[in-house]
């Protein structure tokens, strides 16, 4: 009956009788007949069991195959696929950076004539400190006393075209290290204080160069100093790669110019310094040689060169910062800023207006007499 319900019959124990001496010693006369303890003690047949047996382990039943229950399957949830965004197309991306390229160009036409007019007026005040007479045209200083005057000596030859190179440089230290750092300067501002520190940076290591090819400006310096040829070139080499050593850190200054939404997408970032720093530095470059050329025959022979020079010395400024791809701009709190509507036509219409004054107003010349007076003594009424 118990196999029939799937269960193993309990094992039964057999009763061994004891073995009388007579049997005993009728079995040993048996031939081949071994002893074997039937009646011993228990340490021999613990001697003849091994001590311990394996458990076998217990059959499963059909019945209990037929009631499992089955484990409940867990459905996968389906992978998420993580699609690149598209990038957006070239036409739609040209459309949005009209505004802050025509924005930056008017930018760097302002900051353009910011560093000129600060440059030629320490200049002219340099020079009027000799009792020298200048007048400022809109492509050169021009000095009325001319070339051969007495009133001319190798120390306020080298003072006078000196100062305006070494202002312009304390000007661009002044706001790469101090005010392009701190967080008050708008947005707007921000990107004219850049021009402004990189035509300052230009107006001394590119005059330099400009000096050395034409021997006017700073060259002068060089020349009254003596220099050898061949160290002058490689001073000027020297300068325009610090130049481009400036504006490859001066990258996270530039970064700072464009939202930040730009900035995550590389594509995108890449024509957000294009449109803002490298375009507008080609564009205003040849728009102001265009604008600077002479309507009459100038004192400096080669003064247009000298300034063509300095102005495309920018270009060692920008495309190094292009280039930075370890640079990273601050996100300021304020972001309604980026909100707003950039008035880019509305700054280079502006930029265009203050350059045609300003070829208008100079193209006749301005004249500066300059004399300081300083008397001490005695006081007879």
């Known amino acids: 009956m118990g196999r029939l319900f799937g269960k193993k019959p ?16 009728a079995n040993r006369m048996i031939p081949g007949y071994e002893e074997t303890p039937e009646n011993g003690d228990e340490s021999s047949e613990a001697a003849q069991q091994p001590e311990s047996l394996p458990l076998e382990p217990r059959r499963k039943t059909k019945k209990k195959a037929w009631f499992r229950r089955s484990p409940k399957r867990v459905e996968k949830a389906p992978a998420i696929q993580i699609n690149k965004p598209a990038p957006e197309p070239r036409y739609r991306v040209l459309k949005q950076e009209m505004k802050p390229l025509f924005n930056s160009l008017g930018w760097f036409i302002l900051a353009y004539l910011t560093i000129y007019l600060l440059y030629q007026g320490v200049t002219i005040l340099a020079a009027g400190t000799y009792n020298i007479d200048s007048v400022l045209y809109y492509y050169e200083v021009f000095f009325p006393v001319g070339n051969n005057s007495p009133l001319w000596n190798r120390f306020n030859i080298i003072v006078i075209t000196f100062i305006g190179p070494f202002i312009s440089l304390i000007a661009a230290i002044i706001l790469l290290r101090g005010v392009l750092p701190m967080k ?11 021009w402004i520190a990189w035509f300052g940076i230009a107006h001394f290591f590119g005059a330099f160069v400009g000096g050395i090819i034409t021997n006017l400006g700073f060259g002068y310096v060089a020349n009254w100093l003596y220099m050898n040829v061949w160290f002058k070139i490689l001073v000027s080499l020297i300068f325009l790669f610090i130049m481009a050593i400036i504006g ?77 791809r370890k640079a990273t701009g601050r996100t300021f709190l304020n972001k309604t800023q980026w909100i707003k509507r950039s008035p880019g036509i509305a700054t280079f219409i502006l930029a265009l207006l203050l350059l045609a004054g300003f070829r208008l107003l100079l193209s006749q010349g301005v004249y500066f007499l300059i004399r300081f007076t300083f008397e001490m003594g005695l006081y007879q009424g």
């Open 10 to 25: 309990a094992p039964v124990n057999k009763v061994r009788r004891p073995v009388t001496r007579e049997s005993l010693a």
């Open 184 to 194: 008050k300067p708008g947005l707007r501002s921000r990107l004219y204080f850049i």
């Open 248 to 324: 490859y850190y001066s990258a996270r200054f530039t970064y700072e110019t464009i939202p930040p939404a730009h900035r995550a997408k590389r594509s995108r970032l890449r024509w957000a310094l294009a449109s803002r720093f490298i375009i507008p530095v080609i564009l205003g470059t040849l728009l102001l040689i265009a604008v600077k050329i002479p309507d009459q025959v100038p004192q400096h022979e080669n003064i247009q060169v000298y300034d063509a020079v300095i102005i495309s010395s920018m270009i060692f400024l920008a495309v190094p910062a292009f280039f930075n």
